[in-house]
């Protein structure tokens, strides 16, 4: 009971990479959680080898990276079915030291909240942060439905409409609308085998990704006002998308109705001044929400995880640590910021010339150098720990430098 105390505020991937983290640096960690179950509102998650790294810290890279599914070709396509370029899951994981894995959110967290105690994680408790705290004096103070709780730290896991932090940063500007909206699905597989792809067309996108237990995750975005919504989503997403390629119209119509989440993607395109305040601090999308087109969301909440775990050395007053992490974090989240926002945009044209164009940038390079687009993930994907060890590697680096 003399070990320090950490309580995190959310139980999402970030919040909980947190928590496991600090408690294997000898914390003790309460996980506060408003849901009922840990069971994540969600569909797949994509893990590239920066996060596998991170996880490597807290032992369970090496069990992700036994549910890789991604074999042989992928690439993107145009809506007609034509290539517009092809790697290899051979090519990633060369470059990036590991290969690309698609899981379900679900298994994710669970696997995460497995290495915690029982004891640490406190659903159907909604938080409120009362007072962040001051480094060297009082404690962070935490009010909830039992009563209020201090703590030598406090971590904001809220997600992008963070209570947290606004409580921080009531004068900060908030996330805002990146100008389309977005579909997530668990479907059976389709009955012909399919090469993964990302197919881009005008204003629109759509994924199909295998999954190691055998079924597909299938994703999509649209241009689309905020709060748009429509009566049958699955009927929606045939509108827009029955026309395209082979398998999708086939999974769309394998989609159960009630299977299909559409969320509007909010983004922190304006950086905080910093990722803490007294002995409280942020982690994933409630520092950096960013647009999913690099797919580096999740990715880099679990960074910021080990990252944080990495600076507060437990028995030692944290504000040294917050402003460690505050000065490595908001920088390189910032950049995947800007970069997924710089995607988001190719994306989002919807010009018949403008399209084109983008089409056959992507093809001619594809032709030139077909290792050239993933030199987009280079400087994110390639990121290590700091400090830690890992299985995908033998020497540690700074974050954000490659091998």
């Known amino acids: 009971m003399d070990m320090p105390r950490a309580v995190v505020i959310g139980s999402g991937i970030g919040g909980l990479t947190a928590a496991v983290a600090l408690h294997r640096s000898g914390w003790r960690v309460t996980v506060l959680e408003r849901a009922t179950s840990l069971e994540p509102v969600g569909a797949g998650i994509g893990l590239a080898p920066n996060a596998q790294r991170a996880l490597d810290v807290i032992g369970l890279g090496d069990e992700i990276r036994s549910l890789a599914a991604w074999q042989g070709e992928g690439g ?78 406090v971590v904001g896991a809220d997600g992008i409409h963070s209570a947290v932090r606004t409580a921080l940063f009531p004068d900060a500007p908030g996330p805002s609308y990146a100008g389309f909206t977005a579909w997530r699905a668990v479907v059976p597989a ?95 999308d409630s520092a950096h929400a960013m647009a999913p087109t690099l797919g580096q969301g999740g990715n880099q909440a679990i960074e910021d995880g080990i990252v944080l775990a990495h600076h507060v050395t ?32 190719l994306m989002r044209l919807r010009s018949a010339p403008a399209v084109a164009a983008r089409d056959l940038l992507m093809s001619t390079v594809s032709r030139l150098g077909p290792g050239l687009l993933l030199r987009t993930f280079d400087g994110i994907a390639d990121w290590r720990p700091p400090g830690g060890t890992y299985a995908a590697g033998t020497t540690t680096q700074a974050p954000g430098t490659r091998r």
Not at 242 to 270: C, F, K, S
Request: hydrophobic share 40%; glycine share 10%; proline share 10%.
């Open 76 to 153: 993107m396509r145009a809506p007609s079915g034509r290539w517009l370029s092809r790697t290899d899951a051979t090519a990633a994981a060369r470059r990036f030291g590991g290969p690309l894995v698609l899981v379900h959110r679900s298994l994710l967290i669970a696997r995460i909240a497995a290495r915690l105690p029982a004891s640490a994680v406190r659903t159907g408790c909604p938080a409120r942060l009362i007072d962040p705290g001051t480094p060297g004096g009082a404690p962070a103070v935490v009010g909830t439905p039992d009563g209020t709780i201090e703590a030598d730290l």
């Open 190 to 284: 389709p009955g012909r085998p399919f090469a993964p792809h990302e197919t881009w067309g005008r204003g629109a996108l759509w994924g199909t990704q295998p999954l190691k237990d055998g079924r597909v995750y299938a994703y999509a975005a649209a241009v689309s006002p905020a709060g748009a919504r429509a009566g049958d989503e699955r009927s929606e997403l045939l509108r827009r998308f029955g026309d395209w390629h082979d398998p999708v119209p086939q999974i769309i119509a394998a989609t159960a109705p009630q299977e299909i989440l559409r969320n509007d993607v909010y983004r922190m395109d304006r950086p905080l001044p910093a990722f803490h305040r007294g002995r409280t601090v942020l982690v994933g």
């Open 314 to 345: 437990s028995g030692r007053d944290p504000g040294a640590g917050l402003a460690a992490y505050t000065a490595v974090r908001l920088p390189r989240t910032a950049a995947v910021v800007r970069k997924s926002d710089r995607v988001s945009r």
